[in-house]
């Protein structure tokens, strides 16, 4: 079956750690993205990527990195610099970069990485 | 203001009645827009998209567009238990090649 796989589904991270969270799609969608849900708050956009080899920031880049060398992949590094990491944190795909906004378009979402402070 | 705004909720409505969500937003230049449903601890999934003022229903989701006054609804007919969920407006704002979702709408539908 296509889909988006995240994990793992629970991460815990210590103080001044780095952590890694993975996104992989078999759907052979050109665009991925990383949000980020608080409780009571809406999706917000972390970085996005339309291409192997490229991605931009997004809304809240700041203390988060990304990498895309594989189409299948868009893993989201949480850095140590990121002071409030606790969120939901959901993968996306669609199959091109307009972000789920254009008439012929669907995003797709990954299960989600829970993250928490230790 | 917010860039896309919904009443947090909860909606209360008893099964079989209609639930009304709304959704304002304030970049008048936006094209696109969105209905996601999200259970607690899953996913956004999306179940309506417009596109154009008017009404458009499937099945018993029917979303409403109004440009000029910059908002656009979800109704839900015939609301059952398992509508519970929260609903997230999503908007493409003009010249963005991005979404901007609300804080989402939790509706509660009570037997």
């Known amino acids: 079956d296509g889909g988006i796989t995240q994990s793992p589904k629970y991460l815990f991270r210590k103080e001044g750690q780095n952590v890694t969270l993975s996104c992989e799609q078999n759907l052979n969608h050109d665009a991925m993205y990383w949000y980020r849900q608080d409780p009571g708050q809406g999706l917000r956009l972390i970085y996005y990527?339309?291409?192997?080899?490229?991605?931009q920031k997004g809304d809240i880049a700041e203390g988060y990195s990304v990498s895309r060398e594989k189409k299948e992949s868009f893993p989201l590094t949480v850095t140590s610099a990121q002071k409030n990491p606790t969120a939901f944190y959901l993968c996306?795909?669609?199959?091109?970069?307009?972000?789920?906004?254009?008439?012929?378009?669907?995003?797709?979402f990954g299960s989600g990485t829970q993250l928490s402070v230790l | 203001q917010k860039e896309v705004e919904q009443n947090s909720g909860p909606l209360s409505v008893p099964e079989g009645a209609i639930a009304s969500l709304n959704c304002t937003y304030s970049d008048r230049g936006s094209q696109s827009f969105f209905w996601y449903r999200q259970y607690s601890g899953k996913s956004p999934e999306l179940i309506m998209s417009?596109?154009?003022?008017g009404d458009k229903e499937d099945g018993r989701f029917t979303a409403q567009l109004n440009k000029a006054s910059q908002y656009v609804s979800l109704l839900i007919r015939d609301s059952q238990p398992s509508d519970s969920a929260t609903y997230l407006c999503a908007v493409r704002a003009g010249g963005y090649n991005k979404l901007i979702f609300g804080a989402g709408t939790r509706l509660a539908v009570h037997p």
């Open positions: 417009i596109y154009s003022n």
């Open positions: 996306a795909s669609s199959t091109s970069g307009t972000g789920g906004g254009s008439t012929n378009e669907k995003l797709f």
């Open positions: 990527s339309q291409i192997v080899n490229d991605f």
